[in-house]
């Protein structure tokens, strides 16, 4: 079996996406590309986030912030799946995730790692929100407004999944895609459980997908929907942002309060669903809704990221690259400026897939190869 060593110079040139203004326009665009499904914690003054990892290895691919704006990766998390769930409870952090049919958890006690092997709560549905009364239960809401209770670590589901939560009825004559009832985030804040929802399918007309927030004094409902609904929506096909939905909401370190959702750019749906923020506030009678403007976190101006040039020269490879399904050590080996990628076979279709995401509608790549034995 052959080797073949490549050399890759791969040169990403990014616009500031359009509508938005990249230095105080909201919504802000944070990750341009297909960064979709995003899931982000506060762990005292830094955030970290990561988005579904779809069929790429290795993993959830996490990214650290002291702003909200400028990001950075930071590890690979092992596990491929959609719509994950990020969240720190009793000093662990945890991703919950579905995956086959089922949905898994794995932890650590450092963002970094070591992670633990994946392992299955044997629990249907998807798009896992995990949230934590007072009294230290913890539980697990799923798509459908379903929820099931997990065991204290976490680790194991100690219940049936059943249904807590009937969704908002938006207007009959809204064009979506689908009822489709997802990803429930959870937030607790002033006395209320805050459960911030999909609807409305997230792939179908730019009007389709949407963010709906709902409430209860107790982590289990019943759950009273928001009048403020939908707190995030897509409203025309004229839009700069289609089918913004998949939200979660978060505090920054000056008590200041966003969310941050997924949203395709107007007639680019191939860069995939980019992660945007905005900021929210909080009404007089309890309830959250977006801001028509707000400060940056930071007064100095965000960094815009883009993707930088690769050379390897470095012993390891990047964290911005990803396989598709597998990706181990043997697979992609760098040294001495050489990518040297490790083939299943002899023929074209046994190539081994390297990839790494786009983060504008114009890029340039170059490749230069050669066979190495």
Known sequence: MKKLAIVFLLSVFMLPARGSDSVSGFPRVILPGDFADPTIVRDGADYY?????????????????????????????????????????DGKFYIYYPAHGTNYVTWATDIKGPWSKPIDLKVGGIDPGHVVDSLGNRYLHLSGGTMVELSRDGLSAAGKRHKVYEGWQY?????????????????????????????????????????????????VG????????????????SDPWWSKG????????????????HAYQKGLHTLGRSTLIEPIEWTADGWFRTKPSAKPI??????????????????????????????????AVVSGGKLSLQSKGSGIADGRVLVTTPTDARYDVRVDALADG
């Open 49 to 89: 986030m990561t988005h579904s990892a779809f069929s790429y290895a290795p993993g959830f691919l996490v990214w650290h912030s002291r702003d909200l704006l400028s990001w950075e990766p930071v590890c690979r998390v092992p596990g491929s799946g959609y719509a994950p769930d990020l969240i720190k409870y």
């Open 171 to 219: 207007p009959e004559d809204w064009e979506v895609e689908c009822f489709c009832l997802e990803s429930p985030k959870l937030t607790f804040h002033n006395g209320y459980f805050y459960m911030t929802s999909a609807e409305g399918g997230t792939a179908g007309p730019a009007t389709s997908h949407m963010a709906v927030s709902a409430r209860s004094r107790s982590a």
């Open 222 to 237: 019943p759950w009273e929907n928001s009048p403020y609904n939908p707190v995030v929506h897509t409203y025309s096909a």
């Open 246 to 261: 998949h939200a979660t909401i978060i505090d920054d370190v000056n008590g200041n309060w966003w969310i941050v959702y």
């Open 298 to 331: 930071s007064r100095n101006p965000p960094v815009v990221f883009s993707t930088p040039s690769d050379t390897f020269d470095g012993n390891t490879l990047g964290l911005l690259w990803s396989g598709w399904r597998r990706l181990g050590s043997s697979d």
